[in-house]
């Protein structure tokens, strides 16, 4: 909305004392018309025409390269919009990641009809601080849209008036902030089209995120079979470092795209896709089109170049076909994490932590709130996600009900006020745990200023509540356990979801044993993930040695003899068969092998060197403790290594400080090797090979995480996790992000302000030993020192026969049990965008109201649903909608019903499905004014920007509407003196009437 007052190009200068003196004022607006015909003589003046038919004159080409540390955004919709020669209106929104922006472009493309129309192009940028009309490189902000006669190097213009419109929007962007971009058309020709194909962003993001190299490729090709133009090549010059270790993505952007067309998209020579611009898509707000545009990404890492990149575009079978953007990105394999919201997760999924206040089981003394914890993760999510993103922690206000305040302490924190998202709302260590019973009740809610605080008595904060409701421990039952169990967790969610009345948006579902595909899956279509960990060691260990064969190069295991080292020497063990799990070609760990006359599987824990030494008294066997990554290292460079024995003393360890080499280069038999502390010398008798399986698996412990991100290379996946107990990367030094500045020695509750995270990054591995599931994670850091804090915690109801003590020195597998997943429901959202009082330029109005309706939700909706009409709250008049809608799609509509107009003003109500025949994720948000953003609309004669009031900013308005076809407001408010145009007799009656009280007359009045 436009700030009331503000000097804008082309607005009245009001004098500083205006007192009344309406001669001033009328001298100062003839003045502004001459200035006007003067600035249009000069631009009549001759010029070169920039329209290209074929598009030749405008090819795709690098605006902009190089490499930055962040991501190049992307975003865009939603597909052939609006009524044909009628002013339009377009809006999308843009959720642009934190950072700094270092180049940013918006474009707009625009149907003509044909080359020969004229028509105009306003575009409004609302950003965080506010709304703002685009200018091009001469500060218009009204673009002519002239077709052949273009002279706008901003404006392409090709084939039979298709427009792709571009504005600089770098020093416009709002990083870390939801930009919304309204964009107008208007005739000059009324047979100019006006229609719009859709918005695009472009933003390079400087930022803390991994390392990204960037192509930005921009133009307006015409493929088209009149001209034989079939196809085109647009190229990404520069080197690509170590191009096979790389991920590469390739962004394009199509106009008048048609499905089933078979044109084709390659990159170096590749195809990519057939069909690549089928009209459809889904923008990052999950709404979906079927109209003409396209905007998709396509995976090329397999075809990507050391250098000379290019892809070509062919139009098929497609008549036309008009290409207009190709970026290209190259990145370290290709991470998907959870959205940053600025209110409040501003680095994604939150990582909340369990050791606070006393959340304790109270028989066991173990931290037992890991459950409760990455629950909280997940709703604070979604409710950042559904949030006002303009506001703060601390601002007092809330619109979405999933996370409320619960009265902490004062003073709050941050401040200054009670806050759904204070810091000390997740936890505040003067309610205390247990509870002596349930959590109070909350008063109903509503959307806005929140009561300072909530009228309730304290009895804790979000984690605590969740606590409850999931029944940790047991605290609502007489027989407690240990941790949370998943049939807990999930009803818990859902008492959850129904008390906060969001069951009606999201839902929880819970699989076992998911894979690592499916827990990708979930994550990127917006699902928020919990996972079930659990703990695994096999009860039965044995250490087999064989002293002849080399680590490095087993191909084939079955026919070996092995000797028992441990825990029995020295039986005799012949390998009968053999699974290689990870399809590496040689026995490793992971694998499956079995022996002559046991029917069971072993597991392949390790398979590493054994060497037998001896100082002529004494013999040992010991065991390289490197693992079997570093099997190689041990054996050419066995200095610095560390071992430890297997016979005959189980298990001190050794470190070899000095070796003496036979001379072939290798640890091997006749070398001397020495160890820390002993200045011996120890020959190596013998180098051979230990396999280390393992058999009857029992179940430990387990764990609840929140999934914070998904990572999928060509032959691994990592997870990033928001772990409630464990903070790897930034206490444990592992892989992952952690909030930049962010302390290695900090109190757990520094987490509780969600801005801080330690994402923790681990391996997949695509088999799993033991009964717990089908993928398991590697490199967890569960420990002896750390598995005491979850043995028997959070046990499913299958695996209790399966529990049992930690067993020492017996390796701890960290297995994926069960996903627990909150996800948004399939269902639609209706909702009116916008309500009008029909008005035409020379007719006047009919007195019959018009509105859009839109599915603003995330699936579709299907017809035959009514909407209805208030005036001043009586019923006036419905209209049903028969046809269904797509995601994002809306349509204009009108009542059959002539509005009669009662000044001073009528109170106007839209309600959407009146009826609730269609089920929806929001039933409430029937009408959102298309101006003031209120709830419901007040129309009065004057009032063109609908915000209850005749001002100033209604007469800039009405000007800028006069002077430049600015459509922008209610024209039926507008045309105050109801002479059927809008001209500066309306301005100067409005200026009137809000200095002095003139009555206006305006169409529909009794």
Same mark, same amino acid.
């Given at each position: 909305?436009?700030?009331?007052?503000?000097?804008?190009?082309?607005?009245?200068?009001?004098?500083?004392?205006?007192g009344?003196?309406?001669?001033?004022?009328?001298?100062?607006?003839?003045?502004?018309?001459?200035?006007?015909?003067?600035?249009?003589?000069?631009?009549?003046?001759?010029?070169?025409?920039?329209?290209s038919?074929?598009?030749?004159?405008?090819?795709?080409?690098?605006?902009?390269?190089?490499?930055?540390?962040?991501?190049?955004?992307?975003?865009?919709?939603?597909?052939?919009?609006?009524?044909?020669?009628?002013p339009?209106?377009?809006?999308?929104?843009?959720?642009?990641?934190?950072?700094?922006?270092?180049?940013?472009?918006?474009?707009?493309g625009?149907?003509?009809?044909?080359?020969?129309?004229?028509?105009?192009?306003?575009?409004?940028?609302?950003?965080?601080?506010?709304?703002?009309?685009?200018?091009?490189?001469?500060?218009?902000?009204?673009?002519?849209?002239?077709?052949?006669?273009?002279?706008?190097?901003?404006?392409?213009?090709?084939?039979?008036?298709?427009?792709?419109?571009?504005?600089?929007?770098?020093?416009?962007?709002?990083?870390?902030?939801?930009?919304?971009?309204?964009?107008?058309?208007?005739?000059?020709?009324?047979?100019?089209?006006?229609?719009?194909?859709?918005?695009?962003l472009?933003?390079?993001?400087?930022?803390t995120?991994?390392?990204?190299?960037?192509?930005?490729?921009?133009?307006?090709w015409?493929?088209?079979?009149?001209?034989?133009?079939?196809g085109?090549?647009?190229?990404?010059?520069?080197?690509v470092?170590?191009?096979?270790?790389?991920?590469?993505?390739?962004?394009?952007?199509?106009?008048?795209?048609?499905?089933?067309?078979?044109?084709?998209?390659?990159?170096?020579?590749?195809?990519?896709?057939?069909?690549?611009a089928?009209?459809?898509?889904?923008?990052?707000?999950?709404?979906?089109?079927c109209?003409?545009?396209?905007?998709?990404?396509?995976?090329?890492?397999?075809?990507?170049?050391?250098?000379?990149?290019?892809?070509?575009?062919?139009?098929?079978?497609?008549?036309?076909?008009?290409?207009?953007?190709?970026?290209?990105?190259?990145? &370290?394999?290709?991470?998907?994490f959870?959205?940053?919201?600025?209110?409040?997760?501003?680095?994604?999924?939150?990582?909340?932590?369990?050791?606070?206040?006393?959340?304790?089981?109270?028989?066991?003394?173990?931290?037992?709130?890991?459950g409760?914890?990455?629950?909280?993760?997940?709703?604070?999510?979604?409710?950042?996600?559904?949030?006002?993103?303009?506001?703060?922690?601390?601002?007092?206000?809330?619109?979405? &009900?999933?996370?409320?305040?619960?009265?902490?302490?004062?003073?709050?924190?941050?401040?200054?006020?009670?806050?759904?998202?204070?810091?000390?709302?997740?936890?505040?260590?003067?309610?205390?745990?247990?509870?002596?019973?349930?959590?109070?009740?909350?008063?109903?809610?509503?959307?806005?200023?929140q009561?300072?605080p909530?009228?309730?008595?304290?009895?804790?904060?979000?984690?605590?509540?969740?606590?409850?409701?999931?029944?940790?421990?047991?605290?609502?039952?007489?027989?407690?356990?240990?941790?949370?169990?998943?049939?807990?967790?999930?009803?818990?969610?859902?008492?959850?979801?129904?008390d906060?009345?969001?069951?009606?948006?999201?839902?929880?579902?819970?699989?076992?044993?998911?894979?690592?595909?499916?827990?990708?899956?979930?994550?990127?279509?917006?699902?928020?993930?919990?996972?079930?960990?659990?703990?695994?060691?096999?009860?039965?260990?044995?250490?087999?040695?064989?002293?002849?064969?080399?680590?490095?190069?087993?191909?084939?295991?079955?026919?070996?003899?092995?000797?028992?080292?441990?825990?029995?020497?020295?039986?005799?063990?012949?390998?009968?068969?053999?699974?290689?799990?990870?399809?590496?070609?040689?026995?490793?760990? &992971?694998?499956?092998?079995?022996?002559?006359?046991?029917?069971?599987?072993?597991?392949?824990?390790?398979?590493?060197?054994?060497?037998?030494?001896?100082?002529?008294?004494?013999?040992?066997?010991?065991?390289?403790?490197?693992?079997?990554?570093?099997?190689?290292?041990?054996?050419?460079?066995?200095?610095?290594?560390?071992?430890?024995?297997?016979?005959?003393?189980?298990?001190?360890?050794?470190?070899i400080?000095?070796?003496?080499?036979?001379?072939?280069?290798?640890?091997?038999?006749?070398?001397?090797?020495?160890?820390?502390?002993?200045?011996?010398?120890?020959?190596?008798?013998?180098?051979?090979?230990?396999?280390?399986?393992?058999?009857?698996?029992?179940?430990?412990?387990?764990h609840?995480?929140?999934?914070?991100?998904?990572?999928?290379?060509?032959?691994?996946?990592?997870?990033?996790?928001?772990?409630?107990?464990?903070?790897?990367?930034?206490?444990?030094?592992?892989?992952?992000? &952690?909030t930049?500045?962010?302390?290695?020695?900090?109190?757990?509750?520094?987490?509780n302000?969600?801005?801080?995270?330690?994402?923790?990054?681990?391996?997949?591995?695509?088999?799993?030993?033991?009964?717990?599931?089908v993928?398991?994670?590697?490199?967890?850091?569960?420990?002896?020192?750390?598995?005491?804090?979850?043995?028997?915690?959070?046990?499913?109801?299958?695996?209790?026969?399966?529990?049992?003590?930690?067993?020492?020195?017996?390796?701890?597998?960290?297995?994926?049990?069960?996903?627990?997943?909150?996800?948004?429901?399939?269902?639609?959202?209706?909702?009116?965008?916008?309500?009008?009082?029909?008005?035409?330029?020379?007719?006047?109005?009919?007195?019959?109201?018009?509105?859009?309706?839109?599915?603003?939700?995330?699936?579709?909706?299907?017809?035959?649903?009514?909407?209805?009409?208030?005036?001043n709250?009586?019923?006036?008049?419905?209209?049903?909608?028969?046809?269904?809608?797509?995601?994002?799609?809306?349509?204009?509509?009108?009542?059959?019903?002539?509005?009669?107009?009662?000044?001073?003003?009528?109170?106007?109500?839209?309600?959407?499905?009146?009826?609730?025949?269609?089920?929806?994720?929001?039933?409430?948000?029937?009408?959102?004014?298309?101006?003031?953003?209120?709830?419901?609309?007040?129309?009065?004669?004057?009032?063109?920007?609908?915000?209850?009031?005749?001002?100033?900013?209604?007469?800039?308005?009405?000007?800028?509407?006069?002077?430049?076809?600015?459509?922008?407001?209610?024209?039926?408010?507008?045309?105050?003196?109801?002479?059927?145009?809008i001209?500066?007799?309306d301005?100067?009656?409005?200026?009137?009437?809000?200095?002095?009280?003139?009555?206006?007359?305006?169409?529909?009045e009794?």
């Amino acid at each position: 909305m436009k700030k009331k007052g503000a000097p804008r190009r082309g607005a009245i200068q009001i004098p500083k004392q205006i007192g009344g003196e309406k001669k001033k004022m009328k001298k100062q607006c003839i003045v502004i018309p001459i200035a006007v015909l003067v600035l249009l003589a000069a631009l009549s003046m001759p010029t070169m025409a920039l329209y290209s038919g074929n598009g030749y004159a405008f090819p795709i080409s690098t605006s902009t390269n190089g490499t930055i540390n962040g991501e190049v955004y992307i975003g865009g919709g939603h597909g052939v919009e609006g009524t044909p020669y009628q002013p339009n209106t377009y809006y999308q929104n843009f959720s642009v990641p934190s950072g700094t922006v270092e180049w940013a472009r918006l474009y707009v493309g625009v149907w003509g009809a044909t080359e020969e129309y004229k028509g105009t192009l306003r575009v409004n940028y609302t950003n965080a601080t506010g709304t703002y009309s685009l200018q091009d490189s001469n500060g218009n902000t009204v673009l002519t849209l002239a077709g052949v006669n273009d002279t706008n190097p901003e404006v392409w213009c090709t084939g039979h008036g298709v427009y792709w419109v571009y504005y600089n929007v770098t020093n416009t962007v709002t990083p870390g902030f939801i930009n919304n971009v309204t964009a107008s058309t208007n005739q000059i020709d009324p047979e100019f089209d006006g229609r719009m194909y859709g918005i695009v962003l472009i933003a390079v993001v400087n930022s803390t995120k991994p390392e990204v190299q960037y192509w930005i490729n921009d133009g307006h090709w015409n493929l088209n079979y009149a001209a034989s133009h079939n196809g085109n090549t647009t190229y990404f010059d520069g080197t690509v470092v170590d191009p096979a270790k790389k991920s590469a993505t390739l962004h394009t952007v199509y106009l008048t795209g048609d499905p089933g067309d078979s044109d084709t998209l390659s990159f170096n020579g590749q195809l990519v896709a057939s069909d690549a611009a089928d009209g459809c898509g889904e923008d990052e707000w999950g709404n979906s089109w079927c109209y003409a545009f396209d905007i998709d990404s396509w995976d090329v890492t397999e075809h990507l170049s050391s250098s000379n990149n290019y892809a070509t575009f062919n139009r098929g079978q497609d008549p036309y076909l008009h290409p207009v953007i190709s970026v290209l990105t190259v990145k &370290s394999p290709e991470w998907v994490f959870k959205r940053s919201y600025p209110n409040y997760a501003p680095n994604g999924m939150p990582d909340f932590n369990q050791t606070q206040d006393n959340w304790r089981n109270q028989t066991t003394n173990q931290w037992s709130f890991c459950g409760p914890t990455a629950v909280a993760n997940c709703l604070w999510w979604f409710d950042s996600k559904y949030a006002n993103q303009t506001g703060t922690p601390g601002d007092g206000w809330d619109n979405f &009900s999933l996370v409320r305040d619960y009265n902490e302490t004062p003073p709050p924190t941050p401040g200054p006020n009670w806050d759904d998202h204070a810091f000390d709302n997740v936890n505040d260590l003067n309610t205390g745990w247990p509870p002596a019973g349930a959590p109070p009740a909350l008063p109903a809610f509503t959307p806005g200023p929140q009561p300072q605080p909530q009228p309730i008595p304290r009895w804790g904060e979000l984690i605590e509540r969740l606590a409850w409701y999931v029944n940790t421990d047991g605290i609502k039952t007489p027989q407690p356990w240990a941790g949370t169990t998943v049939s807990n967790m999930a009803q818990g969610i859902n008492d959850w979801l129904n008390d906060t009345e969001r069951d009606n948006m999201l839902y929880v579902h819970v699989e076992k044993a998911p894979n690592a595909t499916w827990i990708k899956n979930e994550v990127v279509k917006c699902e928020d993930v919990i996972l079930l960990l659990g703990f695994w060691e096999p009860e039965e260990l044995k250490y087999l040695h064989n002293a002849t064969i080399d680590p490095r190069y087993i191909t084939d295991p079955r026919c070996i003899w092995w000797h028992e080292l441990y825990p029995n020497y020295c039986n005799e063990y012949h390998c009968d068969s053999w699974i290689d799990t990870n399809k590496d070609g040689k026995l490793s760990p &992971s694998d499956l092998i079995d022996f002559d006359g046991d029917p069971k599987k072993w597991y392949v824990e390790d398979v590493t060197i054994t060497i037998a030494v001896t100082n002529e008294t004494d013999v040992m066997y010991l065991e390289f403790e490197g693992g079997y990554d570093q099997i190689n290292q041990a054996i050419t460079n066995p200095v610095c290594t560390w071992w430890h024995e297997i016979y005959p003393t189980f298990c001190p360890s050794f470190h070899i400080v000095n070796w003496i080499d036979n001379g072939n280069g290798e640890l091997d038999f006749c070398d001397y090797i020495q160890f820390d502390g002993d200045p011996r010398w120890w020959h190596v008798e013998e180098v051979g090979t230990d396999i280390i399986i393992g058999n009857h698996w029992v179940r430990v412990g387990g764990h609840y995480v929140t999934v914070a991100g998904v990572n999928y290379t060509a032959d691994a996946c990592m997870l990033a996790f928001s772990d409630p107990y464990f903070d790897n990367n930034v206490s444990g030094g592992g892989p992952g992000w &952690s909030t930049p500045g962010h302390p290695t020695s900090y109190s757990p509750a520094l987490h509780n302000n969600a801005s801080y995270v330690s994402h923790d990054y681990y391996f997949v591995v695509n088999s799993s030993p033991s009964p717990g599931g089908v993928n398991c994670i590697k490199g967890y850091p569960i420990s002896p020192y750390t598995i005491e804090n979850f043995q028997g915690m959070n046990v499913p109801h299958e695996f209790i026969p399966n529990q049992s003590t930690y067993i020492p020195d017996h390796p701890i597998h960290t297995e994926i049990e069960y996903a627990i997943v909150v996800s948004p429901k399939p269902i639609p959202d209706l909702k009116i965008t916008k309500a009008w009082v029909n008005w035409t330029d020379g007719v006047g109005s009919d007195c019959t109201i018009k509105y859009i309706i839109k599915n603003v939700g995330e699936f579709s909706a299907r017809g035959n649903h009514s909407t209805h009409l208030y005036v001043n709250s009586q019923f006036k008049a419905s209209d049903l909608v028969t046809y269904g809608l797509q995601p994002g799609a809306s349509f204009e509509r009108n009542f059959s019903y002539t509005w009669t107009y009662t000044p001073p003003s009528d109170d106007i109500a839209i309600f959407a499905d009146y009826n609730n025949t269609v089920e929806e994720t929001d039933e409430n948000n029937w009408y959102v004014d298309w101006l003031s953003g209120t709830t419901n609309t007040t129309w009065e004669c004057g009032d063109v920007n609908n915000d209850g009031t005749v001002d100033l900013g209604d007469v800039l308005d009405t000007f800028d509407r006069f002077m430049y076809n600015d459509r922008q407001l209610h024209e039926w408010a507008a045309d105050a003196n109801k002479d059927t145009i809008i001209d500066l007799g309306d301005v100067l009656d409005i200026f009137d009437h809000f200095m002095h009280g003139k009555d206006l007359n305006c169409w529909c009045e009794v």
